[in-house]
């Protein structure tokens, strides 16, 4: 297993549509246990391939804490069956916008279908973090944001503060 480096904002690249998984095959699972480990080093709790460079529809949560054995899930090829009229918040944060958090209201439950890590199809109910979870890494999978869903204000914020810092760390800039 190695540790991927992270696209950070404003990468293009987080803005592209990820394509469907063809084949779950031997690579497509060392892809999976290779952002596991990338999230785990972070740390983080969900992963998405798009954000180390692979526009694939496959993504990793494991909700356990740190007190707990790890739990990792992988999804691929995932998709909302059906979303709950009852609505949740949580504060989100995301390995590609490193340090910053906002409020964001979704859906508070998720019916989803996926393939499993060995390519049998699967369904879960989701609520709670988890159902925010699935929906903050599948809006990944369609080139989505979580300051998507903060006001354009806020969001326009975090982007120039990004563009700023990803400007500072340009290659040929002396920093002493
Ligand atoms: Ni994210």
Request: proline share 2%; aromatic share 6%; glycine share 6%.
């Given at each position: 297993m190695s540790i991927k480096p992270l696209i950070i904002l404003p990468d293009p690249i987080l803005r592209q549509v990820s394509k469907p998984v063809e084949?779950?095959?031997?690579?497509?699972?060392?892809?999976?246990?290779?952002?596991?480990?990338?999230?785990?080093?972070a740390p983080g709790i969900g992963l998405a391939a798009i954000q180390v460079g692979e526009p694939r529809r496959l993504l990793v949560i494991d909700l356990a804490k740190e007190d707990e054995p790890p739990a990792p899930h992988v999804f691929i090829n995932p998709e909302i069956?059906?979303?709950?009229?009852?609505?949740?918040?949580?504060?989100?944060?995301c390995l590609s916008i490193p340090d910053y958090y906002a409020e964001v209201e979704r859906p508070a439950a998720v019916r989803v279908k996926y393939l499993d890590r060995d390519g049998k199809l699967q369904e879960m109910q989701a609520e709670g973090l988890?159902?925010?979870?699935?929906?903050?890494?599948?809006?990944h999978l369609n080139g989505v944001l979580f300051i998507d869903h903060i006001s354009k204000l806020k969001r326009d914020m975090v982007v120039k503060?990004?563009?700023?810092?990803?400007?500072?760390?340009?290659?040929?800039?002396?920093v002493g």
């Open positions: 084949r779950v095959d031997g690579d497509l699972r060392k892809l999976a246990d290779d952002m596991l480990e990338t999230m785990y080093d069956l059906e979303s709950s009229e009852q609505r949740s918040v949580y504060e989100e944060g988890m159902a925010t979870c699935l929906q903050h890494e599948i809006d503060k990004f563009k700023k810092l990803a400007k500072d760390k340009a290659p040929g800039k002396m």
